[in-house]
């Protein structure tokens, strides 16, 4: 049954990615009293780019065209490793910690710089050059993160993180517990190129993200947009199943129907969540870009807190 909870988990990922975007990018819209775009955009946009001729620039290297299927790839074994729809390991979960899922982070992270690299675009080494100055400084936040949730739990099984928060209400609503929140929420909108960060234009003055694929096309390109959608997916659900709300998904002992209900209910927590990234990308201005810098500071002061507040209750 592990492997098809397995299979069922890449399939989810994979069919409800591209709506959570959907989602995010129409009621932006509405805020602003805009007709918007459907939630179904995404697909669309995909289906299209998968029927349309993928060009690739002269002067690049095979790295060019292996970047976003290995991306896409690196991505679906992380939806397998990590407590998305079910609150214990399946079968692949074993291969990785959260360290080792962040590593696997890094690596897709890296390969879509060195493809976007490859493309020798002006374009794309801006976009290249601004994401790896910002993970500089992300990463070892995110990894002091991480260790405070191993501190909490004497492990950094995501699995049993998740149980020993939603199982401990004095760790739960502890002071380290609300840093390491705080701290994971200002990480998580740089990882997911939200404002005040990112913002989601082809400005060059803005874009991050938005430059890298610049020399991608047809089925390049909707791999590499895949690959976005999916990491963004992951985060998120990582965020809630794990950080905020880790109760009620799914046990061992619970059965394959209350899998699939919450998968449901799984979106519905996406849902609560995008409409506050929503809101955020609607009402704040756009950092500059030397001003990113010090978000990140406030980032890691949280997760410094944390470990202050751990020792100092222990």
């Known amino acids: 049954m592990l492997y098809l909870y397995s299979f069922i988990e890449i399939v989810y990922v994979l069919l409800a990615a591209p709506l959570i975007i959907g989602v995010l990018r129409s009621l932006e ?24 001729e993928s060009i690739v620039p002269e002067i690049s290297s095979p790295i060019f065209r292996f970047g976003p299927y290995a991306i896409v790839m690196f991505y679906a074994f992380l939806a397998m490793i990590l407590p998305i ?18 590593l696997f982070f890094g690596a897709a992270a890296a390969i879509k710089k060195f493809s976007a690299i490859d493309s020798r675009s ?11 100055s910002l993970a500089v400084f992300a990463e070892p936040i995110t990894v002091l993160i991480f260790i405070m949730l191993g501190v909490i739990s004497n492990t950094n099984n995501p699995f049993v993180i998740n149980q ?6 004095q760790w739960y609503y502890s002071l380290v517990h609300g840093f390491v929140l705080a701290a994971f929420f200002m990480i998580l909108i740089v990882e997911t190129g939200q404002l005040p960060v990112e913002s989601h234009t082809n400005g060059e003055l803005g ?35 794990v950080y905020i709300i880790p ?68």
Not at 29 to 41: A, D, L
Not at 164 to 169: A, I, K, N
Request: hydrophobic share 50%; proline share 4%.
């Open 29 to 52: 819209e509405r805020i602003e009293s805009k007709q918007g775009p459907s939630i179904f955009q995404p697909y669309y946009d995909l289906i299209k780019l998968f029927h349309k």
């Open 85 to 102: 729809i079910t609150a214990f390991p399946l079968a692949f979960a074993p291969s990785a910690d959260f360290i080792g899922g962040g």
């Open 122 to 132: 002006n374009y794309a080494h801006l976009g290249t050059s601004r994401s790896a």
């Open 164 to 169: 020993v928060l939603r199982s401990s209400p």
């Open 207 to 241: 874009m991050i993200d938005q430059a890298m694929p610049f020399e991608y096309t047809g089925a390049d390109l909707a791999m590499y947009k895949l690959g976005s959608y999916m990491k963004t997916f992951i985060l998120l659900s990582v965020f809630l199943n």
């Open 247 to 314: 109760f009620g998904v799914p046990m061992e002992s619970s059965g394959f129907w209350s899998i699939i209900i919450y998968m449901g209910i799984h979106l519905l927590k996406l849902l609560g969540l995008i409409v506050i990234f929503a809101l955020l990308n609607t009402t704040v201005s756009k950092f500059r870009l030397y001003k990113n810098f010090d978000y990140l500071a406030v980032a890691f002061a949280f997760a410094f807190l944390a470990s202050l507040a751990y020792y100092i209750i222990k």
